[in-house]
């Protein structure tokens, strides 16, 4: 008799679990499609400087160039520029 109710118990555990899991799971799937941080719609743009490519809203622009860090823009300038 014991063993039998440590699988109910051990059953109803791992369904609660599943419930808890599907839910957040439904949460993350509802921000994705809002434009939550986790978006995967993010225009990338590439740094002239290393081709690294970074979000639009993150990248360092100048004539319509995109850099991944400060560091590379002047990089770039100094040896592309009079």
Known sequence: M?????LIIAALIYLVWRVVKGLLGERRRHDNQAGGPASLSQKMVKCRQCGVHVPENEAFQHNNMAFCSQDHQRQYLEHHEP
């Open 2 to 6: 014991g063993l039998i109710r440590l």
